[in-house]
């Protein structure tokens, strides 16, 4: 377990609010910048999909509404606050967005806590 | 210049309200029903011409930004209520979305309103 030093508490969950040392940073920065540009470009084919099979108009408003919602939920869901970005990986791993194995590197307290969501989310 | 009998006024101007006979409504609707058919059709053409230049993610927001844009400009300028119906045929004539001939059967009153407001127009 990392030592707070930034917050001096006198209790704290360390794997609610998780300390990110330099070298985690930069995985979790790279890992999540990844996760996101490929959702970005399954939404981009995605629409190019539904945009092809499109006749009608009121069809280009329904691809409008569906862009619409797909940006608000990437967007919700791709927050990189160091406070929720366990949580983010959690979903993108549920989602099979991420594997495990892309976030080694992170301190094992991480990981076990991710773990322990997912195996709970699986019950 | 028709009779109003609906609204009895000491005094209407004619052409701010017209009258409307059950002829030259079905020519209205035909020709507004068109010209909305016709524009929603340049959009979805528009609509795949912008997809399929689309690379990143970013210019999707775009699309979908100029998507409502489109749909909120096209539901304002179709307005199907006879108190502005002349205005909107102006509009679409001004855009070249309509020429005079497509109203032709409509009295002659509307026709010289038209062309009064087009000219004022090119001034």
Redesign the interface.
Same mark, same amino acid.
């Given at each position: 377990m990392e030592t707070e030093t930034r917050q001096p508490q006198p209790y704290r969950n360390p794997l609610a609010e998780p300390n990110w040392s330099g070298a985690e940073k930069e995985i979790a920065r790279k890992v999540f910048q990844s996760a996101l #540009?490929k959702e !970005?470009?399954d939404?981009?084919n995605a629409?190019?999909q539904k945009?092809a099979k499109?006749?009608?108009?009121s069809e280009?408003?329904d691809? #409008?509404d569906w !862009?619409?919602r797909q940006?608000r939920q990437i967007d919700e869901k791709y927050d990189y606050r160091y406070s929720v970005l366990l949580m983010v990986f959690v979903r993108l791993i549920a989602e099979g967005r991420l594997s495990e194995s892309d976030l080694d590197g992170l301190h094992s307290d991480k990981i076990d806590y991710i773990r322990r969501i997912l195996s709970f989310a699986k019950r």
């Open positions: #540009e !970005l470009q939404t981009v629409a190019r945009m499109i006749t009608r108009a280009l408003w691809l #409008e !862009l619409g940006r």
